[in-house]
């Protein structure tokens, strides 16, 4: 197979497609494949040129910590739980988030997750004891990596603006439901950097590597209580 990697080697300088060969197994994952071509003694290109191993993050490799995020074939994806088998063709196309400023190859900078986070003041307050009937979608919504994977996808997030994406009303809505006293402030925050601006795709539920149910969120923090 052909592995297609868009490279970039550092945020300055211009990025660039690179072709490696890979002949292992179909069951691997393309987290096995970049480590496949990581680790040979000699890094060549298909056209048989010296390439620089190819920069990727990863913690895991258990789909739990979203570091090896990036675009495989066009769709947001973990690296670590895409397997070759499933995808079409005979190329595998790896691209680095693309909402995100790239730090190098297929690495990127995602600070802004966390960034907007703070600017909303997005924090439990006095720490409420969870209803019984909340627990089953606290969960659910608990889950997300911040991954960055429904930024990616979603078509109303631009990095700097005041959308702050579909992981925000997961966050708003968990803050909400575990904070006691007066969570009119992260309902405000959701309002202006949420439900203004999304235009209800759903894309992010598709590409969720947790399945976590967005919509649910939205409708418990739209209808106004939890
Ligand atoms: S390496 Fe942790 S999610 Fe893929």
Redesign the pocket.
């Known amino acids: 197979m052909k592995v297609k990697i868009l490279r970039q080697q550092d945020p300055m300088s211009d990025p660039y497609w690179q072709t490696f060969t890979y002949e292992g197994g179909r069951d691997a994952s393309v987290?096995a494949v970049l480590d496949d071509i990581n680790y040979r003694d000699d890094v060549i290109d298909i056209d048989g040129n010296p390439a620089d191993r190819i920069s990727w993050?990863?913690?895991?490799?258990?789909?739990?910590?979203?570091?090896?995020?990036m675009v495989i074939n066009g769709v947001p994806r973990?690296?670590?739980?895409t397997f070759v088998r499933d995808l079409k063709g005979d190329t595998i196309v790896i691209e680095p988030l693309r909402k995100f400023p790239t730090v190098s190859d297929l690495v990127v900078d995602r600070s802004t997750i966390h960034e907007n986070l703070k600017k909303a003041d997005a924090y439990i307050g006095k720490y409420h004891q969870s209803r019984e009937k909340n627990h089953d979608h606290e969960y659910q919504a608990g889950r997300c990596?911040k991954?960055g994977l429904c930024l990616e996808i979603c078509p109303n997030y631009t990095k700097g603006e005041k959308f702050y994406g579909p992981m925000f009303a997961n966050d708003s809505y968990l803050i909400t439901a575990r904070s006691g006293g007066d969570t009119s402030g992260i309902r405000q925050e959701y309002k202006e950097h949420f439900a203004a601006g999304c235009s209800k795709s759903l894309a992010c539920e598709r590409v969720c590597?947790m399945n976590i149910p967005t919509l649910a969120s939205m409708a418990k923090m739209n209808r106004g209580h939890i």
Do not use: Y
Request: charged letters at 10%; aromatic letters at 0%.
């Open positions: 987290a993050e990863c913690s895991c490799l258990q789909s739990i910590c979203g570091a090896c995020a973990l690296a670590c739980d990596l991954c590597p």
